[in-house]
């Protein structure tokens, strides 16, 4: 056979299995409680970069959450977000949000500046969470961007991005990383987009001592 017909079929064989690559549907936490994923702070171990979160601030990123006692005005979130982090520096930066879960799936919540409406809020799903051993994967919405090893990712953008692995401990352990990122991967995600979160010298308040040493 003509070389030259050898490889435009390996192309167009090439581009086709790509087309037809398909992300797995990710499912969520069932039973979710929101009041028990609140009850402490997560410190974030590892997660992707995104539109509002660079790299070059993976350090000392916490999450607190708060369950209203009733829906804010206007908007109706249900769920207060405070999140922390920082840079090599020391220098921290924190920010409330607010989310508001999904009624029919309460593991898929919505967050957002609380200024804007629900309308225009992004996906926050929690994939996995296991309170015991103190853990949760989240995910920024269903992944559709096929990235390394047949894994899928979402964007990088502001709504429809991001990945983080929280643990209730701030002290890293890798065995209890590792088991959640096979959780990860088990769930069709690309593990490439995670880059570790330094957790050593912060205290508390998530306010690194960095600028002490």
Same mark, same amino acid.
């Given at each position: 056979?003509?070389?030259?017909?050898?490889?435009?079929?390996?192309?167009?064989?090439?581009?086709?299995?790509?087309?037809?690559?398909?992300?797995?549907?990710?499912?969520?936490?069932?039973?979710?409680?929101?009041?028990?994923?609140?009850?402490?702070?997560?410190?974030?171990?590892?997660?992707?970069?995104?539109?509002?979160?660079?790299?070059?601030?993976?350090?000392?990123?916490?999450?607190?959450?708060?369950?209203?006692?009733?829906?804010?005005?206007?908007? @109706?979130?249900?769920?207060? $977000?405070? #999140?922390?982090?920082? =840079? /090599?520096?020391?220098?921290?930066?924190?920010? %409330?949000?607010?989310?508001?879960?999904?009624?029919?799936?309460?593991?898929?919540?919505?967050?957002?500046?609380?200024?804007?409406?629900?309308?225009?809020?992004?996906?926050?799903?929690?994939?996995?969470?296991?309170?015991?051993?103190?853990?949760?994967?989240?995910?920024?919405?269903?992944?559709?961007?096929?990235?390394?090893?047949?894994?899928?990712?979402?964007?990088?953008?502001?709504?429809?991005?991001?990945?983080?692995?929280?643990?209730?401990?701030?002290?890293?352990?890798? @065995?209890?990383?590792?088991? $959640?990122? #096979?959780?990860?991967? =088990? /769930?069709?995600?690309?593990?490439?987009?995670? %880059?570790?979160?330094?957790?050593?010298?912060?205290?508390?308040?998530?306010?690194?001592?960095?600028?002490?040493?």
């Amino acid at each position: 056979m003509n070389p030259f017909l050898l490889w435009l079929g390996s192309i167009f064989g090439a581009q086709s299995q790509s087309q037809t690559q398909t992300c797995k549907e990710v499912t969520t936490v069932e039973n979710f409680d929101i009041n028990a994923y609140a009850s402490a702070k997560w410190y974030i171990q590892q997660q992707a970069v995104t539109a509002y979160q660079s790299e070059s601030r993976n350090y000392c990123v916490s999450a607190e959450y708060t369950v209203k006692d009733r829906p804010s005005p206007v908007f @109706g979130y249900t769920v207060g $977000v405070h #999140n922390r982090d920082g =840079d /090599a520096n020391g220098n921290m930066r924190d920010g %409330n949000i607010c989310a508001v879960s999904d009624p029919n799936t309460p593991s898929k919540l919505k967050v957002a500046p609380c200024f804007l409406p629900q309308s225009l809020a992004g996906p926050y799903w929690v994939v996995a969470y296991d309170e015991t051993s103190g853990y949760a994967l989240v995910s920024g919405g269903q992944p559709t961007e096929v990235g390394e090893n047949g894994g899928c990712r979402t964007g990088a953008g502001v709504n429809n991005s991001g990945l983080w692995i929280f643990t209730r401990s701030q002290q890293r352990d890798e @065995g209890l990383i590792d088991e $959640v990122r #096979n959780i990860a991967e =088990d /769930a069709g995600f690309d593990l490439s987009v995670l %880059n570790d979160v330094d957790q050593s010298n912060c205290d508390e308040q998530g306010f690194t001592s960095y600028l002490r040493n």
